[in-house]
């Protein structure tokens, strides 16, 4: 499957967010909160322009969720077909992503390692396996461990040290090898550092 693989840290400076939400991206932030390059503590031109905003904006969502430019917009077109505020429909069909879910879990330290967990087939729905990061999961559904990835030192660990608060829609069960979707999730449960209202407004130009 087609993900980034350049410079994570690089990417973080550019966007002023700790995009991978890793102990090495937040660092570099607190050392250098400036853009990287050799002219990157100077104003940049059009730093201040509406377009660079709203494209800063999609380019956040995007690496934060592990989502291409094609299947970003076809998640769009998506929310925008629902009733209701495009943007607020946009980050919820990203939220209930299987890949997220697991991240949300606390099985996966980082979204990137929670979509290799998934790709793996170490995680189920309702008992099934299901091995599509993508899949977007539905109120009622139970996600939970193979018994293989139930055993491994990593996802233990993950669930021991990260100690991560549960969304509130999701359910704990099963000593936290478990989560059911309890309802799909408002606004207020999504905290990634995203302006979704600029984003509609960049694909409404």
Do not use: C
Request: no cysteine; charged share 30%.
């Amino acid at each position: 499957m087609a993900r980034y693989t350049g410079p994570k840290v690089r990417l973080s400076r550019r966007l002023a967010t700790n995009i991978f939400e890793n102990e090495k991206g937040r660092r570099a932030l607190d050392r250098r909160p400036f853009p990287p390059g050799a002219h990157g503590r100077t104003r940049r031109r059009n730093a201040g322009s509406e377009y660079l905003a709203q494209l800063q904006e999609k380019q956040k969502a995007k690496y934060i969720y592990g989502v291409l430019e094609k299947q970003f917009k076809k998640t769009y077109n998506e929310a925008n077909r629902l009733s209701g505020a495009t943007g607020e429909n946009l980050l919820i069909l990203l939220e209930t992503r299987l890949d997220n879910v697991v991240y949300r879990a606390g099985w996966a330290s980082t979204r990137p390692q929670a979509r290799q967990f998934v790709n793996h087939g170490l995680v189920k729905i309702n008992g099934r396996r299901v091995d599509i990061p993508s899949y977007r999961v539905r109120k009622g559904e139970v996600v939970s461990l193979s018994e293989k990835a139930a055993d491994m030192i990593v996802i233990q660990h993950n669930i021991d040290v990260l100690d991560r608060s549960l969304v509130g829609w999701l359910e704990t069960g099963d000593g936290g090898k478990q989560v059911t979707v309890r309802d799909l999730p408002q606004r207020e449960h999504i905290d990634v550092p995203v302006r979704e209202s600029l984003i509609v407004e960049l694909y409404s130009k």
